[in-house]
């Protein structure tokens, strides 16, 4: 497979389609205990059904949501490879035990009677694991710079301060779900911003002279 004129090594290349399908098969396991409850459609109107299980439909579309954009910037780290080591490949795999794991504490938020804190938390614990496992890919990815596509070092840069932001935003979630629960999860709407403004910080320390002529502008 030949990209940009760079030719990718094979391990890349089954290592990014492995990843994709396991993904995929992850996002369809989410929609699993909608199936389940879809089954009382037989006994009251999708009015009524919609409306008890508003809370079931949302934390589905929540996860499809963070995992989707999980994926997109594990998408994007890749992009700077032109190779794999065992490291990058180890770190991979813990990367997709925490997303392969993500319907699970998704099936507890949709199941769980008094809606406690314990379910919300073991969510968070896990979108943690995530984030985590994702900076820790990129940092790695960073380091082992013959591995990088020539001339990425400032994308490498951009996926580390990405996945310090996704993290961060991870724990204050999860410190937050401490003493608000479940009410805590809609702070993870807050992650997409917080990288937008940080990508703006970090364009105008690199391109000072661009970001004064667009305010004189």
């Known amino acids: 497979m030949v990209t940009r004129g760079v030719q990718e090594s094979r391990s890349l290349v089954r290592l990014t389609a492995y ?3 396991v993904v995929a098969i992850a996002l369809t396991l989410l929609v699993l205990p909608l199936v389940d409850t879809a089954r009382d459609a ?16 949302a934390a589905f579309v929540m996860s499809f949501a963070v995992v989707s954009l ?20 180890l770190l ?25 804190r314990g379910a919300t938390l073991l969510y968070m614990v896990n979108l943690v694991f995530i984030a985590l496992s994702g900076l820790l890919l990129s940092l790695r990815i960073r380091d082992r710079v013959p591995l990088q596509r020539p001339g990425r070092s400032e994308a490498v840069d951009r996926a580390v301060r990405r996945g310090v932001i996704a ?9 937050a ?21 940080a990508e703006r910080r970090a364009h105008r320390h690199h391109h000072p002279a661009a970001a004064t002529d667009r305010r004189k502008g």
């Open 177 to 197: 779900a401490l003493f608000l629960a479940n009410l805590a999860l809609p702070l993870l709407a807050l992650m997409p911003l917080m990288q937008a403004a």
């Open 19 to 21: 990843t994709d399908g």
């Open 92 to 116: 991979n795999s813990m990367w997709l035990l925490g997303v392969v794991f993500l319907p699970v504490p998704t099936a507890v938020l949709t199941y769980e009677v008094n809606q406690g």
């Open 42 to 57: 037989q006994t009251e109107s999708v009015r009524d059904l919609v409306r008890e299980h508003a809370g079931d439909f």
């Open 167 to 175: 993290t961060s935003a991870m724990v204050a979630t999860l410190v």
């Open 70 to 89: 999980f994926w997109m910037v594990h998408r994007r780290v890749f992009d700077n490879l032109v190779d794999v080591g065992e490291g990058i490949m």
